[in-house]
């Protein structure tokens, strides 16, 4: 019997009602296979930071560094109630990036997927989606602007000024393309580079040693594109894409275009996998707004436990049969209000109900046997 600790990582918002849903899916996973999961709940995000003074206390820290893998919820309070908090403590600067910075997970991967049968949940007309949208983002997480250094004050104009670095070395860059590449040659073995070179030193050197890794993996076709272009391609033509490589902020803005073009960005989960540490999260944020209401989709969260399944317990057959089951109730007509619009001849359930419904599913799904 194969053990592992998960910590859980509910968060702000939506996060502890989607968190439950999940854990329900783990449980059952449990059940169908021989693991056993240890989950280990610990405050990250605004919470903690009311609870204990510290978006990412100590504790939360111990939990994490022993836990086999990480599942965390969105965090992040609205615009108006994340004054409350100091800038530097509040839960984005404060937890999700030193959790990314000590964890070293460095390699993002954002699935992008809407299988044809659920096209109707895209504002892209069905002759874009065609048979689907099927494409994954792999997204440099712990370098360029977000983590360089920074400084602001008064310059010798008297004027106020920031000041913010964007910096790679070779290692973060040849890192990243080496997952891109792996992955791409898994898939469809084609990879979109995604960059900037026309005025980005940056992206030069990127594309620079994108040709000295393409040497290790000669069968999987490059085409290259300038970001922009891309955000444009994502809308008129998705599907030319299959995996996507870019730099940190790149890989943000693009993502949750990517969640755009899907309909939402409740449909984004994501795995951020290091070396040794691995976590997975929903790409949205909390969404206060509909918080406590039950009627948030929990399929990011249970999506991350799938990508969990798959990169950090080696159980890739039963992380397809939770996609599976998720699609399957969509399939079958149900969605959340979150989602979908009364009336759309969808029939409406709650955050719980979905779970409930991905639960029987997958209960009903036939193991492969390990
Ligand atoms: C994401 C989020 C984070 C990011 C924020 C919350 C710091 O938007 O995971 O995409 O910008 O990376
Ligand atoms: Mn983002």
Known sequence: MKHYKIAVLAGD?????????????????????????????????????????????????????????ILKGPIGLSHEESKKIPIDKQPERGALLPMRRRYNTYA????????????HFSPLKPEIIGEGIDLIMVRELVGGLYFGSKESGINDKGLRYVKETLEYDELQISRILHQAFKLAEKRRKLLHNIHKSNVLKSSVLW???LEEVAKDYPDVEVRHQLVDSAATNLCLNPTQFDVMVMENMFGDILSDQGGGILGSLGLMPSACLGDEKAYYEPS???????????????????????????????MPEEAKNVWAAMQGVFADGFSTADLSKQG?????ISTEQFGDKVFDKLRLTPKVPS
């Open 344 to 348: 759309s001849g969808i029939r409406m």
């Open 108 to 119: 993002n991967f954002r699935p992008v997927f809407l299988p044809k049968a659920l096209a």
């Open 13 to 69: 918002g939506i996060g502890p009602e989607i968190t439950r849903e999940a854990i329900k899916i783990l449980k059952l996973i449990e059940e169908r296979n021989t693991v056993s999961f240890e989950l280990l709940p610990a405050a990250f995000g605004a919470c903690a930071y009311f609870e204990y003074g510290d978006a990412f206390p100590q504790a939360t820290i111990d939990i994490c560094d022993k836990a086999d893998a």
């Open 207 to 209: 594309n620079e040693i």
């Open 284 to 314: 949205h944020g909390s969404a206060p707004d509909i918080a406590g209401k039950n009627i948030a989709n929990p399929y990011s969260m249970i999506g991350s436990v799938a990508m969990m399944l798959e990169n950090s317990f080696n």
